[in-house]
């Protein structure tokens, strides 16, 4: 049998997972290889009741079956040809991964998973949601908090030398995020949180720094938000520092 080991970006999510000790059914989207759901049920079988490994494309689903196979749990992993949780029913998903994609394809199955009324007290009520996007931070946040979810933790790990985070997500009211707060999160004093803040920084700067020449209306507003998000990402940066002290 071949022993999984994950990423640090994997393992921050699959810790996220751990952590809920919710003995449930478990959803791993675009599971790629499988390699989180193969090691969750090498490292903490007894969580979980059932699992489901989704993927849009047959190779990646084939790769998934191998490591699984490997691993020695392909008996434990249903594997699912489908967009997102479109194979999905709402009481077969406890707990729901989706990590390594865009956060707008993160809205996407979300939005399409094919459970009707979903919002307030549908299906969504009583799920996890482990995120771990890659891209497009504040349409993720934004829509959350849109759209009736609560982001109750981020976390962050570094993974050579990129930095990467994890929300843990419920259906609840959430409070309103800063602009600031939907591109970088919600200030913590993570050791990673003061690398993280200056990327966010730096890309803003960049994009001011890449409009300064620019004019017209619509230019003029997106320069004011984003010289608001600037002005919030370092006050951040700030208040980290304080609690470092």
Not at 91 to 117: C, F, Q, Y
Not at 143 to 152: P, V, Y
Not at 187 to 205: E, Y
Not at 210 to 230: C, D, T
Request: overall charge negative; aromatic content about 6%.
């Amino acid at each position: 049998m071949k022993k999984i080991h994950l990423t640090p970006r994997l393992q921050m999510a699959a810790d996220m997972v751990v952590r809920q000790e919710k003995n449930g059914w478990l959803v791993d989207v675009g599971t790629d290889h499988a390699y989180l759901p193969a090691w969750l049920l090498q490292n903490h079988r007894e969580q979980f009741a059932y699992v489901i490994a989704t993927d849009l494309r047959r190779g990646p689903l084939d790769r998934a079956r191998q490591t699984a196979q490997e691993a020695g749990c392909n008996q434990d992993i249903d594997f699912r040809l489908c967009d997102g949780l479109a194979a999905v029913d709402a009481r077969e998903a406890d707990l729901i991964v989706i990590a390594g994609m865009g956060g707008e394809t993160i809205v996407h199955i979300l939005k399409n998973a094919p459970w009707s009324d979903w919002r307030g007290d549908g299906p969504m009520e009583d799920k996890v949601l482990v995120l771990q996007p890659m891209s497009s931070f504040p349409d993720l946040r934004g829509w959350l908090q849109a759209n009736g979810f609560s982001i109750e933790e981020e976390r962050l790990a570094r993974e050579g030398e990129t930095l990467y985070t994890a929300l843990l997500v419920r259906a609840g009211e959430m409070g309103p995020l800063s602009p600031a707060e939907l591109w970088a999160g919600k200030n913590s004093s993570d050791p990673l949180r003061g690398s993280w803040l200056d990327i966010w920084t730096a890309r803003v700067r960049r994009a001011l720094e890449g409009m300064a020449q620019a004019r017209g209306e619509g230019v003029s507003v997106r320069k004011r938000e984003l010289e608001e998000v600037l002005g919030g990402l370092i006050e951040m940066k700030k208040e980290w520092e304080a609690w470092q002290a």
